[in-house]
C-alpha cells in the first residue's frame, strides 16, 4: 500500500473519533477542525515512523497536546477589547455565565498543567477518562497497561489534584 492510501485509510478510520475528541473538549466546532487538520497533517509527515499498531492512540495524544498548546496560546494572546464584550455579554445577560465558563476552563487547564508536569502517566490516565470520556477498559487497552495499573494511576492522580487544590477541587 502507498504512502498516501495508508494515510487515507487509517483518516477515514480515525478521522471521526480525532474530531469527536477535540470538539468534546472544545464545544467548537471549527477550533476541532483545526486541531483534527493539524494533527493528521503531522501524522502525515512523521507516519514512516509512527507504529501502526498504536497510531489511534499517537493520534489522540497529537491531539490533545496540539489542544493544550493552542490553549496555552489563546491564554496569553489579547485579540479583543475586553470593555467591547463586556458589554455585549451584560446586555445579553450571559456575563456571570461566560465568567463562569471561562473561570471553569482556565481551572481545568491548569489542573491539567500542574498534573502532565508532576507525572505524565497520571495526566494520560486522567485525560483519557475525564477529558475524553473513555472507559477504564478502553484506556487500559490504549495505554496498554493491565487495569489495576490504571486503577493505581488513577488513585494517584486523584490524591495528587486533592492535595495541590484540596477546597477548589472539592
Given at each position: 500500500?502507498?504512502k498516501h492510501?495508508t494515510?487515507?485509510?487509517n483518516?477515514?478510520r480515525?478521522?471521526?473519533?480525532?474530531?469527536k475528541?477535540?470538539?468534546?473538549?472544545t464545544?467548537d466546532?471549527?477550533?476541532?477542525?483545526?486541531?483534527?487538520?493539524?494533527?493528521f497533517?503531522?501524522?502525515?509527515?512523521?507516519?514512516?515512523?509512527?507504529?501502526?499498531?498504536?497510531?489511534?492512540?499517537?493520534?489522540?495524544h497529537?491531539a490533545k497536546n496540539l489542544?493544550?498548546d493552542?490553549?496555552?496560546?489563546?491564554?496569553t494572546?489579547?485579540?479583543?477589547?475586553?470593555e467591547?464584550?463586556a458589554?455585549?455579554?451584560?446586555?445579553?445577560g450571559h456575563?456571570?455565565d461566560?465568567?463562569?465558563q471561562?473561570?471553569?476552563?482556565?481551572?481545568?487547564?491548569?489542573?491539567?498543567?500542574?498534573?502532565?508536569?508532576?507525572?505524565?502517566?497520571w495526566?494520560?490516565?486522567?485525560?483519557?477518562i475525564?477529558v475524553?470520556?473513555m472507559?477504564?477498559?478502553?484506556?487500559?487497552?490504549?495505554?496498554?497497561i493491565?487495569?489495576?495499573?490504571?486503577?493505581?494511576?488513577?488513585?494517584?492522580?486523584?490524591?495528587?489534584?486533592?492535595?495541590?487544590?484540596?477546597?477548589e477541587?472539592?
Amino acid at each position: 500500500m502507498t504512502k498516501h492510501e495508508t494515510f487515507t485509510e487509517n483518516y477515514k478510520r480515525y478521522g471521526a473519533l480525532v474530531m469527536k475528541s477535540v470538539v468534546a473538549q472544545t464545544k467548537d466546532k471549527e477550533l476541532a477542525a483545526e486541531i483534527c487538520q493539524q494533527t493528521f497533517l503531522h501524522y502525515y509527515r512523521v507516519m514512516d515512523t509512527v507504529d501502526e499498531t498504536r497510531i489511534k492512540a499517537w493520534l489522540l495524544h497529537v491531539a490533545k497536546n496540539l489542544l493544550i498548546d493552542y490553549w496555552r496560546k489563546a491564554s496569553t494572546r489579547r485579540e479583543f477589547s475586553v470593555e467591547s464584550t463586556a458589554e455585549v455579554l451584560e446586555e445579553t445577560g450571559h456575563t456571570a455565565d461566560m465568567e463562569k465558563q471561562c473561570a471553569d476552563r482556565m481551572f481545568i487547564c491548569q489542573l491539567l498543567e500542574d498534573l502532565k508536569e508532576a507525572n505524565e502517566l497520571w495526566f494520560e490516565v486522567i485525560y483519557y477518562i475525564f477529558v475524553l470520556n473513555m472507559s477504564y477498559d478502553e484506556t487500559a487497552k490504549l495505554l496498554d497497561i493491565s487495569p489495576a495499573t490504571l486503577r493505581a494511576r488513577m488513585y494517584r492522580a486523584k490524591n495528587y489534584i486533592k492535595e495541590k487544590y484540596g477546597s477548589e477541587y472539592l
